[in-house]
């Protein structure tokens, strides 16, 4: 993971001008941010976290952070990936899925408004087909079960279920105060159309955000 960081670090210095770097959640995330200490050219730079345990660590180390209120541009995004599928036909077209840390709808607009999309993730979190595959989902506290009932209508759900915490009572609530559900993929009747997927999941009233990254063409440093 550490010459994947470094090698992230460096292409970000090779980008002209930032001043405004967007943090994701997770493992990946905190040895990225503590690897700032070897670029002393960024200290002076505007950081958005996407999570409480992100922006404690700005914090902890004296750094700026912002948020999307202030800073509507992200010169580069910074993020990990709970698995990730590469279409061979497209060139640098590669869907990822995220969520497991629950805060996909805050990473997800940060995603959107950067100009460079930086993901660093382990080679064994490569996909080759969608069976078996979780799609985190955020859904409003007010519309949990009927939400997952017709989440459980389409064809390439096998299940849906509620993400429970772990020392503590109850589900998931995500930094945004939604729940998060999981859904389970199958491709027992046929493949699954991650793009129709996606639709067809944020079509839902109730439904705020999924875990799936469609069409951000990031780059992909693995390790």
């Known amino acids: 993971m550490e010459a994947a960081i470094n090698e992230a670090w460096e292409r970000i210095r090779s980008l002209p ?7 994701g959640s997770g493992r990946t995330i905190i040895p990225f941010i503590h690897g700032i200490v070897n670029y002393p ?36 995004t910074v993020d ?21 840390g629950g805060c996909m709808l805050q990473e997800k607009m940060v995603a959107q408004v950067s100009g460079t999309f930086i993901i660093i993730a382990s080679r064994e979190k490569a996909r ?23 989440i459980k209508q389409h064809s390439g759900v096998k299940s849906v279920t509620v993400r429970q915490g772990t020392g503590k009572v109850g589900p998931v609530i ?13 491709e027992d009747k046929q493949p699954v159309d991650l793009n129709e997927l996606n ?4 079509s839902i009233s109730g439904v705020l955000e999924t875990g799936l ?7 992909l440093l693995t390790f």
């Open 199 to 202: 639709e067809f999941l944020l």
């Open 17 to 23: 001008d930032v001043r405004v770097i967007g943090l």
């Open 128 to 150: 080759k087909t969608t069976d078996g595959l979780v799609i985190p989902v955020e859904v409003h506290p007010f519309a949990v079960g009927a939400c997952i009932e017709r």
């Open 80 to 100: 990990g990936c709970d698995a990730y599928i590469i279409d061979d036909c497209i060139e640098n077209n590669v869907t990822l899925i995220k969520g497991g």
């Open 41 to 76: 050219e960024f200290h002076t730079c505007t950081f958005i976290p996407t999570s409480f345990q992100a922006s404690e660590l700005l914090d902890q180390l004296r750094l700026r952070r912002g948020d999307l209120n202030a800073y509507m541009r992200v010169d580069v």
């Open 174 to 186: 995500s930094d945004s105060g939604n729940v998060i559900i999981d859904v389970l993929l199958t």
């Open 213 to 219: 990254f469609i069409g951000m063409h990031p780059c």
